[in-house]
Antibody
Framework: EVQLVESGGGLVQPGRSLRLSCTAS????????MSWFRQAPGKGLEWVGFIRSKAYGGTTEYAASVKGRFTISRDDSKSIAYLQMNSLKTEDTAVYYCTRVRVIVSDYWGQGTLVTVSS | DIQMTQSPSSLSASVGDRVTITCRASQGISNYLAWFQQKPGKAPKSLIYAASSLQSGVPSKFSGSGSGTDFTLTISSLQPEDFATYYCQQYNSYPWTFGQGTKVEIK
C-alpha cells in the first residue's frame, strides 16, 4: 500500500526557516518524481514544486511564489522527500501536501502538515 | 501561466443525480488535465488523469472527457460519499495550476 507521511510542520515566525519531510512507503521511491502542494486556510489548492527522479536528472521546478526561497530535495536511500522553506512569509501559512507523481501527474497524496507563519 | 476556470463554483444535487462539472483552460493543454476530490479536513484524492483515465481504485461512476481547452467531470449517480469539493488541474506546462474548485452539496 502506498503511503506518504508529511512531518515537520508547526508555528514559525516570519523570516525564519522550516523543513518538511515526506516519508514514503509501499513503492520504490527512487523510481518516482515527487511534488509538493499547499492549501491556505479556506482556500484552493496551489502547486509548490516538483522533483524528478534521479533517472531524469533529479531536477526541480517551482512556483514563482516560492522560487528562490523554497528548495525540494530527495534522499532515495531513506525514501524521503524534503521541502526546505526559507524566508517564510505570513502568506506561506497553509497545509502542505506531498504527492507521488506518475506520468507527470499526482496519484497519491499524503495527509498534509500545517505550517503557520506568524509572529 | 495557464488559468483554469471551473463552473459552477457550487451546486446542490440529490442522491442519484447525474452531475457534470466543467473546467476551461485559458489556452490549449491537450489532454494534460487531472481531477481531484477533497472532503472537508481531508487530503485531496486523485480521480482522473489524462482528461479521461481513471486512477487505480476509482469507481467507474466517475468519468472525464475533453481535450484542448474544455473538459468535463461527470458523476453518473451521486452517492452520499461523493459530496465534496472537486478541482481540475493542468499539467501541460509549469506552473501547474488548479481551478478554483466546485463544491457539490446535498440538496
Amino acid at each position: 500500500e502506498v503511503q506518504l507521511v508529511e512531518s515537520g510542520g508547526g508555528l514559525v515566525q516570519p523570516g525564519r526557516s522550516l523543513r518538511l519531510s515526506c516519508t514514503a512507503s509501499g513503492f520504490t521511491f527512487g523510481d518516482y518524481a515527487m511534488s509538493w502542494f499547499r492549501q491556505a486556510p479556506g482556500k484552493g489548492l496551489e502547486w509548490v514544486g516538483f522533483i524528478r527522479s534521479k533517472a531524469y536528472g533529479g531536477t526541480t521546478e517551482y512556483a514563482a511564489s516560492v522560487k528562490g526561497r523554497f528548495t525540494i530535495s530527495r534522499d532515495d536511500s531513506k525514501s524521503i522527500a524534503y521541502l526546505q522553506m526559507n524566508s517564510l512569509k505570513t502568506e506561506d501559512t497553509a497545509v502542505y501536501y506531498c504527492t507521488r507523481v506518475r506520468v507527470i501527474v499526482s496519484d497519491y497524496w499524503g495527509q498534509g502538515t500545517l505550517v503557520t507563519v506568524s509572529s | 501561466d495557464i488559468q483554469m476556470t471551473q463552473s459552477p463554483s457550487s451546486l446542490s444535487a440529490s442522491v442519484g443525480d447525474r452531475v457534470t462539472i466543467t473546467c476551461r483552460a485559458s489556452q490549449g493543454i491537450s489532454n494534460y488535465l487531472a481531477w481531484f476530490q477533497q472532503k472537508p479536513g481531508k487530503a485531496p484524492k486523485s480521480l482522473i488523469y489524462a482528461a479521461s483515465s481513471l486512477q487505480s481504485g476509482v469507481p467507474s461512476k466517475f468519468s472525464g472527457s475533453g481535450s484542448g481547452t474544455d473538459f468535463t467531470l461527470t458523476i453518473s449517480s451521486l452517492q452520499p460519499e461523493d459530496f465534496a469539493t472537486y478541482y481540475c488541474q493542468q499539467y501541460n506546462s509549469y506552473p501547474w495550476t488548479f481551478g478554483q474548485g466546485t463544491k457539490v452539496e446535498i440538496k
